[in-house]
């Protein structure tokens, strides 16, 4: 071979950027699944020795999804709605999780504002934790 065709060879060879793959188990754990909904887990009441509430606001929460990953994070798809007669800013003391071990957390912090009477779902991130939420609470005057 002569000296052009290795310098070639060599350029080439140190040019190429080695593609890899992202781990498929990295992948798997990431990818958030839907909780298995527990009946009745809307009526399961930890006592709350600590105090712990969402601030009081004009929200109603209609629907939630509740989900995680194999890292045990917690995210929960919130459909809320805004009961007031004006505009209100929701934000992470609006709502409040409960979680299998009895314990109560507030979601990572977030603010969204609804207009009178509007609708709207959000993805809320609840963090990491080892158990699944049971449920998600809001507070307003008539509770």
């Known amino acids: ?7 070639i060879l060599l350029l080439i060879s140190t040019s190429v950027i080695p593609f890899s793959k992202a781990d498929p188990e990295d992948v ?6 839907p909780d298995e909904a527990i ?5 399961i009441e930890f006592p709350n020795d ?13 629907n939630s ?3 995680s990953n194999l890292k045990g994070e917690r995210w929960a798809t919130i459909t809320i709605r805004n009961e007031a007669h004006g505009k209100r800013n929701l934000n992470q003391d609006h709502l409040l999780a409960l979680f299998a071990d009895g314990n109560r957390h507030f979601p990572l ?6 207009k009178s009477q509007q609708t709207i ?5 609840f963090g990491v934790n080892k158990f699944p939420i049971l449920k998600i609470t809001t507070r307003n005057r008539n509770n």
Do not use: A, C, R, W
């Open 1 to 7: 071979m002569n000296k052009l065709t290795i310098i």
């Open 28 to 33: 798997e754990s990431n990818v958030l699944m």
């Open 109 to 114: 912090s977030f603010e969204q504002e609804l």
């Open 39 to 43: 009946i009745g887990s809307e009526l």
């Open 50 to 62: 600590s105090k712990i509430y969402p601030n009081i606001g004009d929200f109603k929460i209609l």
């Open 121 to 125: 779902s959000l993805l809320v991130n």
């Open 65 to 67: 999804i509740k989900m």
